[in-house]
């Protein structure tokens, strides 16, 4: 059986969705399973966190992209040939591989935006642009034995990400209990059911036999609430009013399903809540670690070592529960 490939996804921005996939990337290698983290967001703040600015001046030099997810896709782009052969991963650990991001991947926008339609007509070409970055997956994860993949998105709803989607397994929405996270998934679950159908529509039309594509299933398993940066000098009642409207519009926008019970109406949905760790997210960043790595020596003394073992915890906790929904086996 393949790794699962979980993307994270919100049209709506500053929710820490990039902080939530470089935490739960060291959570389960932690706990003895082979990661890849794919950087599929033209910004590259995954791989910013993964890597320090001395080591992304290898992967970023003037005209050489080779290493990073534009240069496995670039002779497709130019159309001179197909994806990458050996499409590259770094090796931040023995158990973490990383898609390295690119910002020239926004050149692949258009691409994708005039082959969707063209799937329709049965164009082999339309089908490889549109497969790419599941097939860039593939051939890692099968190469390097990787147990779960885990992909960080832009937040948008452009042609890039749709492409992504249909290469994922499940769908995990990062959000803050405010207006706006509750407006970005009334545009995001109705989007993720058309990108979906229409995919499935597509499939049909493969004039390829031997051409592997993507299910494109991404099952929405749940949403994680990152607790808001700045919740502690906002009124409480506000946090709690939106809070307490997240699961119903969760369930009726993304799942489609009508809330008419109580039990509905609470966290089911929910993976888990995410704290903001807000004195020790610097000191892991200067780190290059997650928070619950830091040590004495990284300035995580006193009371932030008990921040540390709670985030931990906390990270932990959201972990399990994503892999038990998708049927992850875990060691023990």
């Not at 935490?23 to 290698?29: I, N, P």
């Not at 040939?81 to 898609?99: K, M, Q, S, T, V």
């Not at 039309?205 to 502690?232: C, F, R, S, W």
């Amino acid at each position: 059986m393949s790794a699962p490939i979980i993307a994270f996804f919100n049209n709506k921005g500053g929710v820490g969705k990039t902080s939530l996939v470089y935490h739960l990337s060291w959570m389960y290698a932690d706990l003895g399973l082979k990661v890849l983290a794919s950087d599929l967001d033209p910004q590259a703040n995954l791989t910013a966190s993964f890597l320090d600015e001395e080591k992304l001046e290898d992967f970023w030099p003037d005209g050489d992209h080779s290493k990073t997810i534009y240069g496995s896709i670039e002779p497709l782009l130019r159309g001179v040939g197909d994806i990458a052969e050996n499409p590259y991963a770094e090796e931040i650990d023995e158990r973490i591989h990383l898609i390295i991001g690119d910002l020239a991947l926004s050149r692949f926008e258009d691409e994708l935006s005039q082959q969707w339609p063209h799937c329709l007509d049965g164009k082999e070409r339309a089908f490889r642009v549109e497969s790419a970055f599941w097939r860039i997956m593939k051939r890692i994860i099968d190469k390097s034995s990787i147990d779960i993949a885990l992909i960080d998105l832009g937040p948008n709803l452009g042609a890039i990400n749709r492409s992504i989607l249909i290469a994922a397994d499940y769908l995990v929405v990062p959000l803050i209990p405010d207006l706006f996270s509750l407006q970005g998934l009334k545009n995001l679950g109705p989007t993720v059911r058309e990108w979906r159908n229409g995919w499935q529509e597509r499939l049909k039309k493969n004039p390829v036999k031997d051409l592997e594509l993507p299910g494109g299933q991404m099952t929405p398993i749940g949403y994680v609430m990152m607790q808001h940066a700045e919740k502690m000098g906002r009124p409480v009642m506000a946090y709690r009013r939106w809070a307490e409207r997240i699961p119903r519009v969760y369930s009726e926008e993304v799942l489609g399903k009508e809330c008419r019970s109580m039990e509905k109406r609470e966290n089911g949905n929910r993976l888990g809540l995410i704290k903001h760790y807000r004195s020790l997210m610097p000191m892991a960043q200067e780190a290059k670690k997650p928070i619950f790595h830091l040590l004495a020596a990284d300035g995580a003394i006193g009371s932030h070592q008990k921040g540390v073992r709670e985030a931990r915890e906390n990270f932990l906790q959201v972990a399990l529960e994503m892999a038990d929904r998708c049927n992850i086996a875990v060691p023990e």
